[in-house]
């Protein structure tokens, strides 16, 4: 829920800015480390004619070659370790805003550490607050005493660390960098940017529609709130770029409520224009809001923000039958508790007191994948795919400017639940 976002992920939208000089939380799950073998010195026992046995390697010496050293057996060094590699989790453990979506993401990572590890790497959690500038200091530190670093979280610190000309090292943003899309700074070559997108999902959406080839117009549906402009903006791009016609339309909220003569203005256009889709850049409750207004004779779409609830939350949860046959786009830790990854990790733990929130949840699967695509450039891997929790990722790194791909899954309302659409990637 990239909506609530707003409210999680600023927690503002884990997006929105981090940092202050911190000390570091080293977990380090249980890592065998390399050694070197003593060399103890022959000790000779009994008579001066008896053999000479070495103390540590058990190696027989007559008296005849004890002078000779060419004689002398050598024992087999024992290979050495390589040293583990050191990856820094840079967090705002520390912000009042972001320090829920920071736990969730430290959660998941740690959890697909404790799945996976073996020993080659050793996890350093380094605590920040908010400020970028701050962050961009906390960087500098983990640099110098780790091997890669994952984070920052939020895009003001992902933009100060990409523009400060300081990553010289394998660098994992979580999430995107705050610049607009005709600015002309380009990412350093070794920073790689994997957090969730709503505006990667609005693309995709996008994609998915014009292959159903939906002819005519679009209609896209949004408020003011700024994920939301920018979902309907990078729809509108992506839509235009299959040669398509779209128009749009911004409507009034107040508190999660959309504007009654906003709403009934919005059907009567409907009905004089009839578009071919609405993409609705809203969140669920906004959606249903919007449905009930409108009917449902048009294909309605949206990105995962139409889906308010934990994967294990729908089961007893009621039914919302005004939002059946609305398509959207999720990840397969929201939709698909048979997918092979979802399956191997545990779940985020939460309190019996306490409610799932889908945001959260999304950011712990954001967890495990970053573990899982930092063990890959640990590995030196420069080109590879993980069938991941988040979705089907591609990545591109070390050869030239480093490249990810998330492919996230189709799903639809159905029977008033959020279902993923069989074989739809």
Request: net charge neutral; hydrophobic share 45%.
């Amino acid at each position: 829920m990239l909506c609530k976002l707003t409210k999680v992920l600023l927690l503002a939208s884990v997006l929105g800015g981090l940092c202050a000089p911190a000390q570091a939380n080293t977990t380090a799950a249980g890592i065998p480390r390399g050694f070197s073998p003593a060399t103890g010195a022959a000790e000779r026992i009994g008579p001066s004619n008896a053999p000479i046995r070495s103390a540590q390697n058990d190696i027989t010496v007559s008296p005849e070659t004890a002078g000779d050293p060419a004689s002398v057996p050598v024992a087999p060094s024992l290979p050495q370790q390589p040293a583990p590699v050191r990856i820094a989790l840079l967090l705002p453990l520390r912000s009042d805003a972001l320090g829920s979506a920071a736990d969730a993401v430290r959660a998941g990572f740690l959890a697909a550490n404790e799945r996976e590890k073996d020993g080659s790497l050793t996890i350093n959690v380094i605590e920040t607050g908010d400020a970028p500038q701050d962050i961009l200091s906390v960087y500098g530190a983990a640099l110098s005493g780790n091997d890669i670093v994952v984070g920052p979280l939020s895009r003001s610190g992902v933009t100060a660390i990409a523009q400060s000309g300081t990553v010289t090292k394998p660098t994992i943003a979580l999430t995107q960098a705050d610049i607009q899309e005709d600015a002309e700074i380009a990412l350093p070559q070794t920073m790689l940017v994997m957090g969730l997108s709503v505006e990667e999902e609005a693309r995709q959406v996008a994609d998915w529609a014009s292959a159903g080839k939906i002819g005519g117009k679009a209609l896209i549906i949004s408020t003011d709130a700024a994920w939301q402009r920018r979902a309907a903006k990078a729809f509108g791009t992506q839509w235009q770029h299959h040669g398509r016609e779209l128009e749009s339309v911004e409507l009034g909220a107040s508190s999660g409520y959309l504007s009654a003569s906003g709403l009934a203005q919005l059907k009567n256009r409907i009905q004089e224009e009839k578009p071919a889709l609405l993409f609705a850049a809203l969140d669920a409750e906004q959606a249903r809001q919007t449905r009930l207004v409108i009917g449902n004779d048009v294909a309605f779409y949206g990105t995962s923000q139409l889906n308010p609830l934990a994967l294990a939350d729908w089961v007893a949860a009621d039914r919302v039958p005004q939002m059946n046959g609305v398509r959207l786009v999720d990840m397969p830790w929201q939709l698909q508790a048979d997918h092979p990854a979802v399956m191997i990790y545990p779940p985020l733990f939460v309190n019996a007191d306490q409610k799932r929130s889908a945001d959260l949840e999304r950011l712990y699967a954001l967890g495990i994948d970053a573990y899982r695509v930092a063990k890959e450039i640990a590995l030196k891997r420069t080109h590879f795919e993980i069938d991941g929790v988040t979705g089907r990722l591609t990545v591109d790194f070390g050869k030239s400017m480093a490249r990810f791909g998330r492919l996230e899954v189709h799903a639809i309302y159905r029977s008033g639940a959020v279902v993923p659409l069989s074989g739809a990637r």
